[in-house]
């Protein structure tokens, strides 16, 4: 199953065509895509009944305007380090715990939108994205899956400077600007991903001149503390809620990490793809008037 918000009423995907769930459930789910964690095993049961790219009523996926698959997550968790070559390039040893700190929610965007640039030293950090659909306390390791609604691709956009400015470094405050959390295009459970653990995970810039740069390149395989194990040691501290958003980490290929150091800049695209699930796209522009 592909769930998607489509401008703020959820939506079923598949391939080429989007169907909105409200209409067609006939209000058996509400439109709100933040209702529906609570009820995911059943949403999964009803979307395996509705073929999405036959039915009347289903419309073009690219005429879609597509938030946040999670919007409002209550909490949104970051693990620092996650992948052993990007601890490396950062001059950080291996964590003996997950690092975990938070993007504020108001900074979660859709998949495809305009960034200010607070800042010149603006970096990219391509993500996969846990959603959490039923939350929990102390969750097993073993039971971690089942907590899981799906993935979706991330952005952890990080103003450095600020990043680092305080001491010691506060990350939440360099990692919460407006739309520095872009996630999408859809959450994808996991019975859809024939590797689920070993994902080709990527970042491209496209620069103002139109030419392509990757950036990071990946895969999901080299996860220090996997999906499952972040699951359970954030249980252990706070109780996770339907819609709340993970983070995993990123791999080497961060500006932060590059001899000359690189930034984003106005005029550039950032494309962020995860094989399997798809791709998000942010424009940067020139920050608000101080
Ligand atoms: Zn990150």
């Keep these: 199953m592909r769930i998607a918000n489509n401008s703020g009423r959820l939506a079923l995907v598949?391939?080429?065509?989007?169907?909105?769930?409200?209409?067609?459930?006939?209000?058996?789910?509400?439109?709100?895509?933040?209702?529906?964690f609570g009820?995911?095993?059943?949403?999964?049961?009803?979307?395996?009944?509705v073929d999405v790219a036959g039915h009347p009523?289903?419309?073009?996926?690219?005429?879609?305007?597509?938030d946040a698959p999670s919007p409002r997550p209550r909490q949104v968790f970051g693990i620092g380090l996650n992948y052993a070559d990007h601890a490396a390039e950062s001059g950080l040893?291996?964590?003996?715990k997950p690092v975990v700190f938070t993007k504020f929610s108001s900074s979660v965007a859709g998949p495809d939108v305009e960034v200010r640039l607070p800042g010149e030293t603006v970096d990219w950090e391509a993500e996969l994205v846990v959603v959490i659909a039923t939350g929990g306390r102390r969750i097993p390791v073993a039971e971690a899956r089942s907590h899981i609604a799906g993935y979706t691709v991330g952005q952890d956009l990080s103003e450095r400077t600020v990043q680092w400015q305080d001491?010691?470094?506060?990350?939440?405050?360099?990692?919460?600007f407006e739309n520095f959390a872009p996630i999408g295009p859809c959450i994808v459970t996991l019975d859809e991903l024939t590797h689920a653990d070993a994902l080709g995970i990527s970042a491209t810039i496209v620069a103002v001149d139109g030419t392509e740069s990757v950036m990071q390149e990946g895969n999901t395989d080299q996860l220090v503390f996997s999906v499952d194990e972040l699951i359970a040691r954030l249980s252990e501290?706070?109780?996770?809620?339907?819609?709340?958003?993970?983070?995993?980490?990123?791999?080497?290929?961060?500006?932060?990490?590059?001899d000359?150091?690189?930034?984003?800049?106005?005029?550039?695209?950032l494309v962020t793809e995860i094989e399997?699930?798809?791709r998000i796209t942010q424009r940067f522009v020139a920050g608000a008037p101080s």
């Design 14 to 36: 598949d391939g080429d065509h989007i169907l909105d769930v409200e209409s067609t459930s006939g209000g058996a789910f509400s439109a709100d895509p933040m209702a529906v």
């Design 39 to 49: 009820r995911w095993t059943e949403l999964g049961d009803w979307a395996t009944t």
């Design 57 to 66: 009523d289903a419309t073009a996926l690219s005429d879609a305007i597509l």
């Design 93 to 96: 040893p291996l964590p003996e």
């Design 167 to 176: 001491q010691p470094p506060q990350f939440s405050v360099g990692k919460s």
């Design 237 to 258: 501290i706070v109780e996770l809620l339907p819609g709340d958003l993970i983070f995993t980490g990123t791999p080497p290929g961060v500006g932060a990490g590059r």
């Design 260 to 269: 000359p150091k690189r930034f984003l800049v106005e005029g550039e695209t």
């Design 276 to 278: 399997g699930i798809g």
